[in-house]
């Protein structure tokens, strides 16, 4: 195992978007790009042995960070990936001295929610049939 945490480069980008669907059912190559270019975000790859096994990325504002995405290779799902990349996330938003972090997730997600729970997220609101028209997005944050 050589797990690396990368800021997202145009190769990154150029692999993640031929292999989307591995990783996000409801982002397309559209989306990721744009986002990639916003501004406003940073992504970031995760990477074992070469192979990028996941990607995260967060948008910021003023004084807030907001975690777009976390997806990981539907192959290599419950094997901490998610885990190490929540907590770079939270560990570059201190770093960006912002006050808090904040995401949605679907309320039928249970272990992304079981996750943010045990990085101590708090539900603070929720969005109605915001997934799909069918299901709640909870929306969480972590004060720092």
């Known amino acids: 195992m050589n797990l690396q945490i990368l800021k997202m480069n145009n190769e990154h980008l150029k692999i993640l978007t031929q292999n989307l669907q591995e990783y996000d ?56 990936y998610g885990t190490n990349l929540l907590q770079y996330l939270i560990f570059y938003a201190q770093k960006q001295k912002k006050k808090c972090i904040t995401l949605e997730v679907n309320e039928d997600n249970i272990p992304a929610i079981e996750l943010y729970k ?10 109605k049939k915001y997934y799909n028209g069918k299901f709640d997005a909870i929306i969480m944050t972590k004060n720092f």
Do not use: C, Q
């Open 118 to 127: 045990k990085e101590k997220f708090e539900e603070v609101g929720r969005r």
């Open 25 to 80: 059912e409801f982002w397309n190559t559209k989306i990721l790009e744009d986002e990639f270019l916003n501004e406003n975000s940073e992504y970031f790859v995760l990477v074992d042995n070469d192979e990028i096994r996941g990607f995260a990325g967060l948008w910021f504002n003023i004084d807030e960070a907001h975690i777009m995405n976390i997806a990981i290779n539907r192959h290599y799902r419950r094997k901490h």
